[in-house]
Structure formats: structure tokens, C-alpha cells
């Protein structure tokens, strides 16, 4: 019994300064290790996790920009096109009615110029048949000749 | 045949040489000698794992030992003592391997069972004694320790009952720790040696072929008994000193 206890003792001694410490040490290493670099790779999943989720909400920013974008471009082009259509119309008016007006405007110089015609030659007429005397038929040649001029006159001109 | 002589033989210490010093003697016997030699595998064996591990090679003796040591503390100590078991591990790995090299000893050819003998065995439970004891008294100082002997909350007039009953208890838990690892090494030689005898007891050549085989397959439950009584020694151990560290 002595000697087991002292056998014992003594192994007991030797194996926990020589053999379980370095190996338990060691245990206590690799498990520290595998631990830390288990929670490494939980940290690297993490952040490459949340990277991708800012991405995400980037990509969200730029689409809903981009759509804005078109959005403002759109009604811009709409806007333009129908300014530029009322432009043209307003000019399109403005410029019949130029032209209305100077039509209107040739026509009454033409009427003027057509009523100073006429009474120049009726004066005319007029005179010559005063320089004749009352003979009928002369009377009647000359307004025939004033008549005449007149339709020369009238003609359209070449 | 005399089967007598042969159990004892087979069974009993043999004693090389007697030393007498008082009240005590020392004895150098064959269970000695095996023991030592069971020691000396440990020391040379595990110590080399420990020297390899501490310049941080990794072969197949390290891995091999660094599972019994991982089995040890994740399945024995750890469940049974919580983290204070750390401080207590070396004792309890050292406490398994002696007992399994002791144990497996005993099925080398011409060799002997140390954990047959009950000196062994009663050594070791006074180890493991001593170890529950100090355990209790290093956690809660001596006056706690002899305060969690007993239940919390105890009538002060049931002391005087309680504490010879609970000093009973912890002897009878160490005596039973003696006694059981003993009786099943030396179970097993006896159910070989019976088994065996049984040809020359019948003197006919046919016993032969059934003894042997069934003699084949004692020794096989054997060489589990081997791993499992080291266990259970070493399990009950941890839960004892468990309970002195972790005391109601």
C-alpha cells in the first residue's frame, strides 16, 4: 500500500509537470486558435453581409435617381414640344393675317386707283364731246372711242 | 491437480524480498514490479507526447494521447467539477492511465494485475480520499468545508447524527471504490482460471476446445473491463471531488 501511494505520488508528479501540461497547453492552444479564427470568419461574413446590403442600397439610390432623371426629361421634351408647337401656331396666325391685311389693303389702293381711272377718262370723254358739238351720231362715235379706251385701259395688263 | 494451488498461485502476490522499517514493511513483490513497470510506460510514454506537444509537433502518438486526454476532461472532469476542474485534471488523467496500464498488464502473458491486489486498490482510493478532502478544504476553507459536510439548513440537534453519518459515507464511498475495481480485475482471472480448470476436471480432450474459446472470450471482456473499470474509477473519483467543490 506504501508503495503504491508513493508510486503513485510520484507519477503522478512527473506526468502532470512533463506530460499534461504541455499537452493540455497545447489543447488549450489549438482550441483557442480554431475558436478565434471561428469568429473571424464570423466577423469577415458579417461585413462582407452588410457590404453587400450597402450596395444594394446604393444601386436602389441610382435606379430611383435614374428614374427621376428620365421622369424630368420626359415632362421637359413634353414641355418643349408644346411650346414650340404653340410658337409656330401663334406664327402661323400672325402671319396669315399679315398677308390678310396686306391683301385687303392692295385691294382698296387697286379700287382707289381703278375709281381715279375711271372718272379721269369720264372727264376726258366728257371734254371731247363739249369740243364736238351736239351731233348725235359724233356724239355716239366718240363714246363708243371712250368706251373703247377704256376697255384698253381695263385690260389686263400683259 | 491441485486447483487450489493453482488460484493462488495465479491470483496472489509472489514476494521477491521482505524489508521491515517499524510498523510498516515493505514489500518487493511481483505486483510491484508490474506496477512499476505500468509506471514507468506512463512516465516514458506520456511524457515524450508531452515533450513533442511543447515544441508543437503533432504526430499520431500526440493526437492519440491528446483524445484520452480530451475524453478525459470533456467526459470525466469537466461535467463533474465545472471550470474549478481544470486545476484538478492532471491528477485525474494521471489517475486514469495508471489504472488502464495497470489494468492491461494483467493480460500480458506471465505478468500480473496490480488493480488485483487490494493493497493496490486501497491505495488508490486513499488517493482519492485525500484528493476529495483536499478539494473541499482548498474551495471553502477548513471550517466551511466541515460546515458543507452536511446538508444547509440542517436542526442543530440532528448534527451530532448528521456528521458521523456523512463521515460514514465518504469513508464508504472510498471503500467502495477499493473494493469494486479490485473485484472486477480479479473477477475476470477467475472466471479464465475456472474455465481452464474445467479440462482437468473432466480429463476428456473435447472440454478443451470449449474452455479455451470461452477462456478466449473472458479475456476479451476483459480487456474492456480494463478501459471501462479505469473509467468508472476515475468517474466516481470526479464526481466525489465534485461534490466536496460543489457542496449544497
Not at chain 1, 43 to 51: G, M
Not at chain 1, 101 to 110: F, G, H, S, V
Not at chain 2, 220 to 242: D, K, P, R
Amino acid at each position: 500500500m506504501v508503495w503504491t501511494v508513493v508510486t503513485f505520488a510520484g507519477l503522478a508528479f512527473v506526468l502532470a509537470r512533463f506530460a499534461w501540461k504541455p499537452i493540455l497547453a497545447a489543447l488549450d492552444a489549438r482550441e483557442d486558435s480554431l475558436r478565434q479564427s471561428a469568429a473571424a470568419a464570423d466577423k469577415a461574413q458579417k461585413a462582407a453581409e452588410e457590404l453587400r446590403r450597402s450596395y444594394e442600397a446604393q444601386l436602389a439610390g441610382v435606379e430611383s435617381k435614374t428614374r427621376d432623371l428620365l421622369a424630368h426629361a420626359e415632362s421637359q421634351a413634353r414641355a418643349l414640344k408644346e411650346d414650340l408647337a404653340r410658337t409656330a401656331h401663334a406664327q402661323a396666325e400672325r402671319i396669315i393675317d399679315e398677308s390678310r391685311k396686306k391683301w385687303a389693303d392692295e385691294e382698296q389702293r387697286l379700287l382707289r386707283d381703278l375709281r381715279a381711272d375711271v372718272a379721269r377718262m369720264s372727264l376726258l370723254a366728257t371734254e371731247k364731246m363739249l369740243r364736238r358739238g351736239l351731233d348725235k351720231p359724233f356724239q355716239d362715235r366718240l363714246m363708243q372711242e371712250a368706251l373703247g379706251d377704256f376697255e384698253k385701259w381695263a385690260a389686263p395688263k400683259p | 491437480m491441485n486447483f487450489v494451488h493453482t488460484l493462488e498461485h495465479h491470483l496472489l502476490d509472489h514476494v521477491y524480498s521482505h524489508v521491515s522499517a517499524g510498523p510498516l514493511s515493505f514489500r518487493f513483490s511481483k505486483h510491484l514490479l508490474v506496477m512499476w513497470i505500468a509506471a514507468a510506460v506512463a512516465a516514458a510514454s506520456f511524457v515524450a507526447a508531452g515533450q513533442m506537444a511543447r515544441r508543437g509537433k503533432r504526430n499520431r502518438w500526440v493526437l492519440f494521447v491528446e483524445s484520452l486526454a480530451v475524453f478525459v476532461r470533456d467526459d470525466i472532469v469537466l461535467p463533474n467539477l465545472g471550470e474549478e476542474g481544470r486545476a484538478y485534471l492532471p491528477y485525474f488523467l494521471s489517475t486514469f492511465f495508471f489504472i488502464l496500464l495497470m489494468n492491461l498488464m494483467g493480460l500480458v502473458p506471465g505478468s500480473a494485475t496490480p488493480t488485483g491486489n487490494i493493497s493496490v486498490t486501497a491505495a488508490l482510493a486513499v488517493c482519492t480520499f485525500f484528493m476529495i478532502n483536499v478539494a473541499g478544504v482548498r474551495e471553502h476553507g477548513f471550517g466551511g468545508y466541515v460546515k458543507s459536510l452536511v446538508p444547509h439548513g440542517m436542526p442543530v440537534w440532528l448534527l451530532p447524527l448528521m456528521y458521523p453519518i456523512e463521515l460514514l459515507g465518504l469513508l464508504t464511498k472510498t471503500f467502495a471504490l477499493c473494493i469494486r475495481l479490485f473485484a472486477n480485475m480479479i473477477a475476470g482471472h477467475i472466471v479464465i482460471l475456472a474455465f481452464l480448470a474445467l479440462i482437468f476436471l473432466f480429463e476428456k480432450v473435447w472440454v478443451a476446445p470449449l474452455s479455451v474459446s470461452a477462456a478466449l472470450g473472458i479475456s476479451l471482456l476483459e480487456l474492456f473491463v480494463a478501459f471501462l473499470q479505469a473509467y468508472i474509477f476515475t468517474l466516481l473519483s470526479a464526481i466525489f471531488v465534485g461534490g466536496a467543490v460543489h457542496s449544497h
